[in-house]
């Protein structure tokens, strides 16, 4: 089974710190991206990335940058936390449609609940 | 441009009642179509899919059929249980980017 691991469930953080949220995948996908949800709103896509060192920005990228080192590891970075960033993100992998013919899901970590204070 | 809808929620049901959540999409090409749940404060699991035309995704007793047609991709269950209580989102995939399209998710609450 696919495993999307998130590095925390839970973090509060205060107004201007700089967070940083890891995902990592098991799985050797190539596309990995970064959600916020919020009631009300649903699934929005911050950034998305097709391969290491490679970043495409989402739907709503500011505020937000991205780092993409290594193929199983993708970071999402606040540069200056706000509290309108208070947020549920989600980090989700897939594989390349290309290689596997019709397109796959995406599998997605079980989140991490941020608070800024 | 892409669009997927769903009924609104919440849909309550009792135990054991027939479940159906309704989606239609709008997408260019042929996309593969997605059901995700997301159990309360946990990350979205995927359900169900289809990749093709009349193709009939099925897990846990969930299933939905995937119709070109009438772009629809509904789903049912013949029995619902109070485990099955979250939210439920429709989704596709369209074009060479990987991108999700989704719905804005449905609550089901069912009650014993």
């Known amino acids: 089974d696919v495993k999307v691991t998130q590095s925390s469930r839970y973090l509060v953080k205060r107004t201007g710190e700089k967070v940083f949220l890891e995902c990592v995948q098991d799985m050797d996908h190539e596309n990995m991206f970064w959600y916020r949800q919020d009631p009300g709103l649903g699934l929005r896509l911050i950034y998305f990335s097709y391969d290491v060192k490679m970043k495409e920005k989402g739907d709503i990228p500011e505020g937000y940058s991205v780092s993409r080192e290594k193929k199983e590891r993708f970071s999402l970075i606040l540069e200056s936390a706000s509290t309108n960033q208070t947020s549920m993100y989600l980090c989700?992998?897939?594989?390349?449609?290309?290689?596997?013919?019709?397109?796959?899901?995406?599998?997605f970590g079980d989140g991490t609940r941020l608070s800024i204070l | 441009g892409n669009s997927v809808t769903q009924m609104e929620g919440p849909v309550t049901l009792s135990e054991e009642a027939f479940l159906t959540i309704n989606c239609t999409y709008t997408?260019?090409?042929?996309?593969?179509l997605f059901w995700y749940v997301q159990y309360p404060g946990e990350g979205l699991q995927l359900l169900l899919k289809?990749?093709?035309?009349?193709d009939k995704g099925s897990n846990k007793g969930f299933e939905a059929t995937y119709r070109k047609e009438t772009t629809s991709f509904h789903l049912e269950k013949g029995s619902v249980q109070v485990s099955d209580s979250a939210v439920y989102f429709c989704a596709f995939i369209s074009g060479n980017t990987g991108k999700l399209i989704f719905g804005q998710g449905t609550t089901l609450q069912v009650k014993p």
């Open positions: 989700a992998s897939s594989t390349l449609w290309v290689r596997t013919g019709p397109y796959q899901p995406q599998h």
């Open positions: 997408a260019t090409g042929y996309p593969s």
């Open positions: 289809a990749t093709k035309a009349d």
